[in-house]
Each structure stands twice: as C-alpha cells, then as structure tokens.
C-alpha cells in the first residue's frame, strides 16, 4: 500500500488554508487506499480542528524544518511527499530526498527554489514563472484546473449550478476563513447592514478564531452563525453571493458558481484575487483596512440591483472550475511508467476536450473486438455517459499519453472497497507494451484496493494483459487483483 506523506502548517497567523487543501487532496489518495500521512507543527493541530479529525497517521513536528522527525515516524519511507508551505524551500525538500521517493511542492507565490519532481501552483498563469526556480526535470502544473478541493464541491456542483442563473440575492454567505484574525467579518456585517439587505445571512468561523464571541453577540436575530462546520459545499450551494477573502475559498466558490465579493486579508492573496477578478468571477475590493465596510457597501449595493452582472460572474466562477483538482494532482504527481519499448507513459485526467476523440476510440473496430459489448454507442449515448462519468466522484477517467500524445484510456468505477478497470488502446500503439505501463499505472492509483477487470473468455490479447498484470481469475468473465 502507497504512502502519502502531507506537511503543511496553519494557525492564526497564518490561517489554516494551507493545510484544508491537503486534507482535501488526502480524499483523493484515500479513495484509492493509500496510507495517508500528514505532518505538522504542535500550533496547526490545536489550530486546525479539521486536521485532528482527520482520518490520518499524524505527526506532530518540533520545527517546520525538522526533516528526521518523518524518518523516525515513516522509516520505511514515503511513496509520494507534498509539501505546502512557504517557510519550505528547497533545502527542506532536498533534505527529503533519501527518504522520500517522490517530492511534490504545492506554491502560489514562485518566489523561492524548490529541489521537487513536480510542482503545483493553482494561481500562477504559466510554468515560465518557474523556470529559474525548478530543477530542469521538475513538471510544474499551473492553474486553477489544478485547485485541490474537497470532494463534496463536486458533488454538489451539478444542483448548484442547476439554481443559479436569475441574479437574485437572497442569500448571502460571509467567510473570511477559519481564523480571521483581523475581524474582517465584522466589516461585511456592517457593510451588509449599510446595504439594506432584508435577506438571509450566513457567517462561518472556526472555534479557535479571535473574534468569535464577539461575532457570536453580534449576528444574534440576523444571521446564523456555523462555527467548525463540515457543511461549507451546502452552504455555498445555497447563498446567491458570498462576502469573503482569497485562498482555496475562492476555488470553491467557482466550482459551486458562486459569485463573490473579494477582499484581501493576506499579502499572498493579492495574486490569486486580482486574476480571479479579470476571469470575471468576483469583484476585488483589494487589501482590508478600517472602514473597507463602506466600499463593501457600495460594491454591495451595485451588485443586489445588477442581475445580470451577477449570472455573468456565475457562468464565469463555474467555468474556470470543475471540482476535480484532486484527481488531476494525483495522475500528475505518479512518475511515469516505462513500458517495454522503452517509451514513458502517463496517466492524465480526460477533459471536455477529449470527448470526440474518445468515441472515435470507442468506435473502432479493434476496439469493440476487445469490448464486453460488441456494439459502438452513438454520438448521442457516448455524450451522456461522458458527462455523467466526468461529473461522478466514483469514477476516474484517465487518458494513457506516450511522450505528452494520447494512446488510450483507462476507466476505475469505485465502489465500497473496490473498483472496475476498463482499458483501451489505440491499434498503433499495440505490441509496445503500452496496455501494461497503464494497468501498472492504475495500480499505484489504487494501491490500496481490490482492481476487477471483465473479460471475455474468448480474448485471448486481454487475458494476457491482465494475467501478466497480476489480475487472477475470481468466477465467470471477473478477474480481480488484490490490494498491494
């Protein structure tokens, strides 16, 4: 079974966003049965209630550099380790490397070298930001497509965005993160207020922000305070707009098409608001400072008689975000897998933009020569099961690339403690061992759970891929390889 190793701190400084996208990366990882480890300071876990209840190996660190900690708690050493943290450099991960076979760095900011094999930064428009900044080998993914988010956004999604279209407020949702150090809600309150807004509120904190008692006496007849809760994808779903600062949230919202007022509680969050701002996706009201409530109010104001600007930033905020960061991070985080040619294959998540290539694949006849169902879907059948099977969180479709070109797919249909495989490949890439590196891959997808394959007793080609794969005949046409 994979090990995944997470090491991010947070605390009122420094807020808990940092380590909410671990733990929602972490998601990802369990649902294929990784062991997940997450390593922080003493502070992020009385800090972050969320972490504590993590279903996790934990470690509690003495220092953020403290690399021997992790060797002492994991010797066996970590398969993947991410790390997320701006006081983390370099000379962290380097120190990282005997122990851990693969190092991941998750940035939003390309101001400090990293010694990583890949690295993620959802904010940042190109790699080229990092070109001085990486070792020549390091693939560096950028963009909000890479946004890592807990997986009840994607299934929320599909409703939310279901509600949205008339640009009616009648609910408003204020998040300014877990902590909220310098009040900021105290801000949008007063600013809703100013505003004339008759209709519901809601205000979000955690128990171990500053202000919560004061925030607490102060919504008390007006607005319904949700402090530590697990419910932040129903609650976006349900406001019409959001008031709040930048981060993960800002993903979130987009992915629930929420529009939002902006504002920055953090030097780090300038970036990542003023680019979600010229995606049209919310309005940045720029640093928070005394007296913000009436620029909010202002903002608020305009916004609540302006239906149309509303829809237009919803359609927006959806469309930059779809929910499935997680799985993109996971296929892109895997080293590739060398097939017997000799050539590198990966895995990566299918898009929208593969979808008339994939029925042409469907529609082979190598292809349904190989298929349980000799018969090829139509245009029309193909559309709703590629939709259906994007929008399902037990689902994972992936397309097999060779040098960066796709050559196949492969399909995982989870269930309780296990998942169904199905593969196909392009008839020009056949006899190079393309079919193996895949099913290979997929198993350190999954690692840790029980991989079942169908397959035709006449199939001859097929049963040698998944016989040389390990897969062992259960009963019928279902063979099945168990857990590593």
Request: charged content about 25%.
């Amino acid at each position: 079974m994979g090990l995944v190793v997470f090491r991010a701190d947070g605390g009122p400084a420094i807020g808990a966003g940092h380590v909410m996208r671990m733990l929602s990366l972490a998601h990802a990882f369990r649902a294929g049965g990784w062991r997940i480890g997450f390593a922080a300071t003493e502070e992020t876990f009385a800090s972050v209630a969320a972490l504590g209840e993590a279903q996790a190996e934990k470690l509690v660190v003495e220092n953020r550099e403290d690399t021997r900690a992790l060797t002492a708690k994991w010797p066996e050493g970590a398969d993947l380790l991410f790390a997320d943290h701006y006081g983390l450099d370099a000379a962290f991960e380097r120190e990282c490397r005997p122990w851990a076979k693969r190092i991941v760095a998750i940035d939003d900011l390309a101001n400090r070298k990293h010694d990583a094999d890949v690295l993620f930064d959802p904010v940042c428009a190109s790699p080229r930001a990092y070109e001085k900044l990486v070792p020549p080998q390091c693939a560096v993914h950028c963009g909000p497509d890479f946004s890592s988010l807990h997986p009840a956004f994607r299934e929320a999604r599909a409703a939310a965005l279901a509600r949205r279209g008339g640009g009616e407020v009648n609910r408003i949702l204020v998040s300014f993160g877990q902590i909220d150090a310098g009040n900021a809600t105290a801000e949008a309150l007063d600013a809703i207020e100013a505003a004339g807004f008759r209709g519901a509120i809601d205000v979000v904190l955690s128990s171990r922000a500053p202000h919560l008692q004061t925030i607490r006496e102060r919504v008390k007849g007006r607005a319904v305070l949700h402090v530590d809760t697990s419910e932040m994808a129903s609650l976006m779903s349900a406001a019409d707009l959001a008031i709040g600062a930048g981060g993960t949230t800002t993903w979130e919202r987009c992915c629930l098409g929420l529009p939002a007022l902006a504002v920055e509680i953090a030097d780090n969050q300038h970036d990542l608001l003023s680019r979600a701002a010229a995606s049209g996706v919310l309005l940045n009201l720029g640093i928070a400072k005394p007296g913000i409530a009436s620029e909010m109010a202002r903002a608020l104001r305009d916004l609540l008689g302006n239906h149309l600007k509303l829809s237009a930033m919803s359609i927006a905020a959806a469309t930059l975000v779809d929910g499935r960061g997680s799985e993109r991070i996971l296929l892109a985080a895997l080293a590739p897998e060398s097939a017997s040619s000799g050539e590198a294959v990966t895995l990566r998540l299918a898009e929208t933009r593969d979808k008339e290539w994939l029925l042409a694949l469907q529609k082979l006849p190598e292809t349904r020569q190989h298929a349980n169902n000799a018969r090829a879907p139509s245009a029309e059948e193909h559309n709703v099961w590629f939709a259906r099977t994007l929008a399902d969180c037990t689902k994972l479709l992936a397309i097999v690339q060779v040098a960066g070109k796709p050559a196949g797919m492969v399909r995982l249909d989870r269930r309780k403690d296990a998942a169904r495989v199905s593969i196909a490949i392009l008839p020009s890439f056949y006899r190079r061992g393309i079919g193996a590196a895949a099913l290979s891959l997929l198993s350190r997808v999954a690692p840790g759970i029980a991989l079942e394959a169908e397959v035709k007793s006449g199939n001859a080609p097929s049963l040698a891929l998944f016989g040389n794969a390990g897969y062992r005949h259960l009963r019928g046409d279902l063979y099945i390889r168990g857990p590593k």
